[in-house]
């Protein structure tokens, strides 16, 4: 099979590798989830001076999916993200983005600009500007420096900003300055600068982390909110969000040395004697 070239933003054809033997002609500009899902990893491995970082890592999401991964300190979780989102290279192994894109051949512009948004644990806002400008700023659009003196907001791209304002419950906030806001309302604020690119698969580290519990339950309701619009991977700790989360039904991955330790509902994960022993048990 030959490579097929996807040329927006200048991505390197290689994304496409043919050889793969994974799929058929993607539609360019479009992620091929004809089989249903969105990420793909298959025995990766990162080893750091000698440290297995990932151990042969396989692992699936669906495409609308938001799936929860847990596990303990250094078992791998945030390397993993690292690989997804390009900024670590790993030694073995295939990463895919739905059925074309092999995303170990693009550096972490492309992958950003393919579909993919990463939150990290601590906000990051433009502190300066207002809420509103912070939407603004992060809006997928053409950001050459032509483009941008004469760029002007039509009224969908107003009406986007308003529908994200309400979305994050940041409406009343939309002319504070970003940096006055509180830990939970930035938090809220950098994944709706995220939905503002309009990511197909939004990865989010640890998001809950030095929210109150009242916070917490509001980000857990936009999450699940957002259930469905893309496919999103959720990092935590904090065993009640993830619960928010998940439900009786949603499924949970524990990652224990680099590698998938357990995977299923929640109830089954929190009565699997390995992960009792190895997480949960601590």
Same mark, same amino acid.
Request: hydrophobic letters at 40%; charged letters at 25%; aromatic letters at 4%.
């Given at each position: ?6 040329? !927006? ?15 058929? *002609?993607?539609? @360019? ?16 491995? *990162? ?15 669906? !495409? /609308? ?6 596990? %303990? ?43 993919? /948004?990463?939150?990290?644990?601590? %906000? ?22 032509? !483009? ?11 009406? $986007? ?14 002319? $504070? %300055?970003?940096? &006055? ?17 309009? @990511? ?9 982390? /030095? ?42 991955? *524990?990652?224990?040395? /680099? ?9 089954? *994960?929190?009565?699997? @004697?390995?992960?009792? &022993? ?5």
């Amino acid at each position: 099979m030959s490579d097929y070239v996807y040329d !927006a933003d200048a991505i390197d054809e290689r994304a496409f590798g043919g050889d793969a033997g994974m799929g058929h *002609v993607a539609t @360019p500009g479009e992620i091929d989830i004809s089989h249903g899902t969105i990420l793909y990893l298959d025995d990766v491995t *990162v080893s750091f001076d000698g440290f297995r970082a990932l151990n042969k890592l396989s692992l699936a999401i669906d !495409a /609308g999916e938001l799936r929860c991964i847990i596990g %303990p300190n250094g078992a791998g979780k945030t390397t993993m993200m690292d690989v997804i989102t390009g900024k670590t290279e790993p030694d073995s192994g295939k990463v895919f983005l739905g059925q074309t894109i092999d995303l170990t051949r693009m550096n972490e512009p492309e992958i950003a600009r393919i579909g993919i /948004g990463r939150k990290f644990q601590k %906000p990051t806002v433009f502190e300066q500007h207002p809420v509103w400008e912070n939407l603004e700023l992060a809006m997928k659009t053409d950001k050459g420096w032509f !483009a941008s003196l004469r760029a002007r907001l039509d009224r969908a791209a107003q009406a $986007r900003i308003e529908e994200t304002l309400a979305l994050i419950r940041l409406e009343g906030e939309a002319r $504070r %300055p970003a940096g &006055e806001l509180s830990h939970g309302q930035k938090q809220r604020l950098e994944i709706g600068m995220l939905l503002m690119q309009q @990511p197909a698969l939004l990865l989010l580290d640890e998001p809950a982390a /030095g929210m109150t519990d009242d916070e917490t339950m509001q980000l857990a309701d936009l999450l699940n909110h957002l259930r469905g619009t893309c496919s999103m991977m959720v990092v935590e700790h904090d065993m009640e969000f993830v619960a928010a989360l998940a439900g009786e039904a949603g499924m949970v991955t *524990v990652m224990a040395e /680099g590698s998938v330790l357990a995977h299923g509902t929640l109830d089954t *994960v929190k009565n699997d @004697p390995n992960v009792i &022993e190895s997480y949960l048990g601590r």
